[in-house]
């Protein structure tokens, strides 16, 4: 079975708890990891890219010169294609790139990346109280005494109730904070370690169907 460790202040173990198996303990299926994160980054893309076509360049309404006698080939507009400074075919045009995913697969590879990193023993739970007001010193030395000082963290947390956590670690440079209801798969198959907060972890498992006891 997975388990997550449990770290207090000073990032010392002090149990090892059981995960539930039906969000942790997923074999990871590749194609379906790799479908989600590509619809995650291009759902981030925001589309503004634009060019002018021929007709949308300022100026070249003259003919640049006439259609026979020059030896040339004619031509009636100098912002044609083919000139310097005229349109773009078949340039980029603002559009969304978003890609439609089903929640059921969402939730899928989410658990599959989240096994992955339960698989490697990676995943790290903070003992309730353990930071009860913001202090990025308190969040650095926690880490250290983990041994994930130098390693990309991905720590969730879950709205307001974690608001001193979500403080504490955001200015660490190797430290990234998602809520814990809205997390990426990609981002926690780019972490080398997962921190969750208890309420994150709870919000997490709710968030895919699992049921948390009280």
Request: aromatic share 4%; net charge positive; proline share 4%.
């Amino acid at each position: 079975m997975a388990s997550a460790k449990v770290i207090d202040a000073t990032g010392r173990t002090l149990r090892e708890e059981e995960l539930p198996g039906e969000v942790f303990a997923h074999a990871p299926n590749i194609a379906l990891l790799h479908q989600v994160v590509v619809a995650e980054q291009a759902g981030a893309r925001r589309g503004t890219h634009s060019t002018k076509t021929r007709a949308e360049v300022a100026g070249g309404g003259a003919k640049p010169y006439r259609q026979k006698g020059t030896g040339n080939a004619r031509q009636g507009s100098i912002r044609a294609p083919q000139y310097k400074g005229g349109g773009i075919v078949h340039g980029p045009k603002p559009r969304d790139y978003s890609q439609r995913t089903p929640r059921k697969m969402l939730r899928a590879a989410l658990a599959q990346a989240l096994s992955d990193r339960a698989s490697a023993g990676v995943i790290y739970v903070l003992e309730d109280d353990v930071i009860t007001a913001p202090s990025t010193k308190a969040a650095l030395a926690c880490l250290r005494g983990a041994g994930l000082e130098d390693r990309k963290v991905l720590a969730l947390v879950a709205g307001a109730t974690d608001e001193a956590v979500f403080k504490s670690v955001r200015n660490l440079p190797t430290v990234r904070v998602h809520r814990a209801g809205l997390v990426l798969v990609s981002a926690v198959l780019a972490s080398d370690a997962v921190l969750f907060t208890r309420a994150a972890l709870a919000e997490l498992l709710g968030r895919v169907g699992v049921e948390v006891a009280k």
